[in-house]
């Protein structure tokens, strides 16, 4: 895609976008009742995690990994009596390519402004001043719809480096027998996750498969609310001139849409495959940290 191609659809999907005075950008569409609605879509009480472990460990994927130790009383210092705290910390570079995480609104820079043309002066030392994943503190809730192209294609992943087109979204939403609507939260296997498991990690930063720019009218067309994957929903290398990320320039500066990178689906397609439904109750709970760009997430489906 030339970066003229890539300008034009980006004022395509742009003017379906919730500008103006929407500071929580596409969230605003899951109204009070479509949330539920969503509950419906609840019949065996069955939970199940999208979030992949945190992993600690240096890896080609993960070059900085989450560091974690423990603080509080540990094996050797336990008294046989009385009270102690184990306790632990943590420290983690969000944005990474192997760890679960949300993407705030402002965590996309593009000509020098962020979602709705807030001003990228707005991103300061203490945090952003404006559209931090605090926008998101009372929870992302609504209808969960996964849409899975490995099962599509009749592969078990994608390859490192292929796309996912607007037209194989809709053809796996017809496969599957549902329609993604308005305020729907979309999630699209690539089958990254499962690459990993059984081939080891590699460097996603240079080869991943993710969605082609094109695909985000189909988004768009459907007024989605969040959109998710198990990859980083751009694929590398990346297919547009002179813009690394389009998804992410297009999902997050153009549409306002909150990004969900590098989830698991691993354990919730068995799930939708058995039953024969691919729509969910999903709760997202990202942390409270006002002015932060991302928060690691453990997005829950309730089938």
Do not use: K
Not at 46 to 72: K, W
Not at 194 to 199: K, T, W
């Amino acid at each position: 895609m030339s970066a003229a191609e890539f300008r034009a659809l980006y004022q395509r999907v742009r003017r379906q976008a919730p500008w103006g005075t929407a500071d929580r950008g596409a969230l605003d569409r899951i109204t009070a009742a479509q949330r539920l609605a969503a509950v419906a879509e609840v019949r065996s009480g069955r939970s199940v995690t999208l979030a992949g472990v945190v992993r600690t460990r240096p890896a080609p994927d993960n070059p900085e990994p989450c560091e974690y130790r423990m603080t509080g009383t540990v094996a050797g210092g336990i008294e046989p009596s009385g009270l102690q705290f184990a306790t632990d910390w943590f420290a983690m570079s969000v944005h990474g390519d192997a760890d679960s995480h949300l993407d705030a609104l402002c965590h996309v820079i593009y000509d020098g402004t962020l979602y709705n043309g807030v001003s990228a002066d707005s991103l300061t030392p203490d945090g952003a001043r404006e559209l931090s994943v605090d926008v998101a503190r009372d929870g992302i809730v609504g209808r969960g719809v996964l849409l899975d192209i490995p099962r599509l294609r009749g592969v078990r992943w994608l390859e490192p480096g292929d796309h996912v087109s607007g037209d194989e979204l809709a053809a796996a939403e017809a496969a599957q027998r549902l329609r993604v609507g308005q305020g729907d939260l979309l999630f699209v296997r690539v089958g990254h996750r499962r690459r990993g498991s059984e081939l080891g990690p590699w460097n996603a930063a240079e080869a991943r498969a993710g969605l082609h720019p094109t695909a985000m009218e189909f988004l768009a067309d459907r007024q989605v609310a969040v959109l998710g994957s198990d990859g980083n929903n751009d694929t590398a290398p990346s297919t547009t001139q002179g813009v690394a990320f389009p998804v992410h320039v297009l999902g997050i500066h153009a549409m306002g849409l909150h990004l969900l990178d590098y989830l698991s689906f691993e354990e919730l397609v068995p799930i939708c495959e058995a039953a024969d439904r691919w729509s969910f109750l999903c709760v997202i709970a990202p942390l409270r940290l006002p002015g932060a760009t991302g928060s690691p997430v453990n997005p829950i489906a309730i089938l």
